[in-house]
Nanobody, 123 residues
Framework: QVQLVESGGDSVQTGGSLRLRCVTS????????MAWFRQSPGEQRELLAV???????VYRDPAKGRFTVSRVNANDTLYLHMMDLTPADTATYYC?????????????????WGRGTQVSVSS
């Protein structure tokens, strides 16, 4: 059974940094592109960053220049290092494997999401 366990969220002030972690099991982590998503109350879950098995990465606008995604295939673990946080980054953060639909649209692979980890940024 696939399991995704996110951790590392915290309450920080504007300008702060956090490192999120996602520990996975139940699938061959090294074979899958992985991604970080986030969801704010009342909003749809949004994709932030994708990292392919070879560690090539793709970032969406909210993450560009401030967030860095990384992975350790030997430990089935995904990371997200976030810098220069603002209140707009307040959300629950999730990880999942992803796959391409067409040439450029990424979609989450597993239906059973983890509980996420809460990030709160105060001004």
């Amino acid at each position: 059974q696939v399991q995704l366990v996110e951790s590392g969220g915290d309450s920080v002030q504007t300008g702060g940094s956090l490192r999120l972690r996602c520990v996975t099991s139940g699938f061959i982590f090294a074979n899958y592109p992985m991604a970080w998503f986030r969801q704010s109350p009342g909003e749809q879950r949004e994709l932030l960053a994708v990292i392919k098995p070879d560690s090539a990465s793709v970032y969406r606008d909210p993450a560009k220049g401030r967030f860095t995604v990384s992975r350790v295939n030997a430990n089935d673990t995904l990371y997200l290092h976030m810098m220069d946080l603002t209140p707009a980054d307040t959300a629950t953060y999730y990880c999942n494997a992803v796959h391409l639909i067409g040439s450029a649209k990424w979609r989450a692979t597993w239906d059973n999401w983890g509980r996420g980890t809460q990030v709160s940024v105060s001004s």
